[in-house]
Nanobody, 124 residues
Framework: QVQLVESGGGLVQAGGSLRLSCAAS????????MGWFRQAPGKEREFVVA????????YYADSVKGRFTISRDNAKNTVYLQMNSLKPEDTAVYYC?????????????????WGQGTQVTVSS
């Protein structure tokens, strides 16, 4: 079982930056591919970025490519999402998720553990 707790959300002006953190419990964090997803009001949860368990492979949604960066510190059981050049359309609740050991994927339906989410609001 893995428990995930996100932090770092908030209100920021367009063009600004935020760094989200996701702290995981458990001693097997390094074996889990990790992902960030987001859900805006009235919309389905969508993929943002995912990273393999070693950090060697990353996948980004086209909408955030070049602006967002995922990283992980397996020694600290933490995954980060650095978000730069934020746009109003990035406004959403952001969730981190862990997938049981295996290949990294981009579908939220393949992730097994989820955090409670953190709100990111970008004003124009």
């Amino acid at each position: 079982q893995v428990q995930l707790v996100e932090s770092g959300g908030g209100l920021v002006q367009a063009g600004g930056s935020l760094r989200l953190s996701c702290a995981a419990s458990g001693r097997t964090f390094s074996s889990y591919p990790m992902g960030w997803f987001r859900q805006a009001p009235g919309k389905e949860r969508e993929f943002v970025v995912a990273m393999s368990r070693s950090g060697g492979n990353t996948y980004y949604a086209d909408s955030v490519k070049g602006r967002f960066t995922i990283s992980r510190d397996n020694a600290k059981n933490t995954v980060y999402l650095q978000m730069n050049s934020l746009k109003p359309e990035d406004t959403a609740v952001y969730y981190c998720a862990a997938k049981r050991p295996g290949l990294v994927t981009t579908s939220p339906h393949t992730y097994d553990y989820w955090g409670q989410g953190t709100q990111v609001t970008v004003s124009s």
